[in-house]
């Protein structure tokens, strides 16, 4: 159980054009989501936690509209890189948190690689 | 602030050889501490969690982890290594009153040698 897909695995596109990355909770609903970031060789990075039916809180220095984040429904969230940039090119990848559940553990999903030429 | 160190960036060990990594932490509330790995390319797999019950932890393929207080520690363990642990360890910490989040270390990386 507690299983988090992403789509695509990995995508390359051209600079300038916006690449839109899905996360779904497959076997549970998820009021929280959250997306990270991951340069080669470094840590996760909390980009922004996404809460079913509101607006996403983004951490400092992240700019949200840049990268929107959209969470329609308790098992998906999407993330939109808005006129991507070679810089932006990294690992991202989305958690989630059950419904209801304890504690604070999240569920990550495989990751989505963004190469930007 | 919370944070979490972990104080080695490689660790290279031998196979069949115990396995230490090291993680402290800073944290003025009652803290949540996770251990993940990643192997290359991958995504975050869950080794084990330490919610403030036990403070021995065992997760799965024969890791655990034992939370001190006293020395803000969450060490991860292995009596014995496998060519298959080979990849990227990450302590996390996360804590009452932050909203959820998780905080993450800088990482480990093990390689086990033949």
């Known amino acids: 159980g507690a299983v988090v897909s992403q789509h695509p695995s990995w995508v390359i596109c051209k600079s300038g054009t916006s690449v839109k990355i899905e996360c779904r909770s497959l076997?549970?609903?998820?009021?929280?989501m959250f997306w990270y970031r991951q340069f080669p060789k470094q840590s996760l990075m909390l980009m922004a936690t996404?809460?079913?039916?509101?607006?996403?809180?983004?951490e400092q220095g992240v700019e949200k509209d840049k990268f929107l984040i959209n969470h329609a429904s308790l098992t998906l969230s999407t993330l939109t890189v808005t006129s991507a940039h070679p810089e932006d090119s990294s690992f991202y990848i989305c958690?989630?948190?059950?419904?209801?559940?304890?504690?604070?553990?999240?569920?990550f999903g495989p990751g989505t690689r963004l190469t930007v030429l | 602030a919370q944070s979490v160190t972990q104080l080695d960036s490689h660790v290279s060990v031998s196979e069949g050889t115990p396995v230490l990594l090291r993680c402290n932490y800073s944290?003025?509330?009652?803290?949540?501490l996770f251990w993940y790995v990643q192997h290359p390319n991958k995504g975050l797999q869950l080794l084990l969690k330490?919610?403030?019950?036990?403070?021995l932890v065992k997760g799965i393929n024969g890791f655990e982890a034992e939370f001190k207080k006293s020395e803000t520690s969450f060490h991860l363990t292995k009596p014995s290594a496998h060519m298959s642990d080979a990849a990227e360890y990450f302590c996390?910490?996360?804590?009452?009153?932050?909203?959820?989040?998780?905080?993450f270390g800088a990482g480990t990386r093990l390689a086990v040698h033949p």
């Open positions: 958690s989630a948190r059950i419904q209801g559940g304890v504690g604070n553990e999240q569920f």
């Open positions: 076997d549970f609903q998820a009021t929280t």
């Open positions: 996404s809460n079913e039916g509101s607006k996403a809180t983004y």
């Open positions: 944290s003025s509330y009652s803290p949540s």
């Open positions: 330490y919610t403030s019950a036990a403070t």
């Open positions: 996390v910490v996360s804590f009452s009153g932050g909203y959820n989040k998780l905080i």
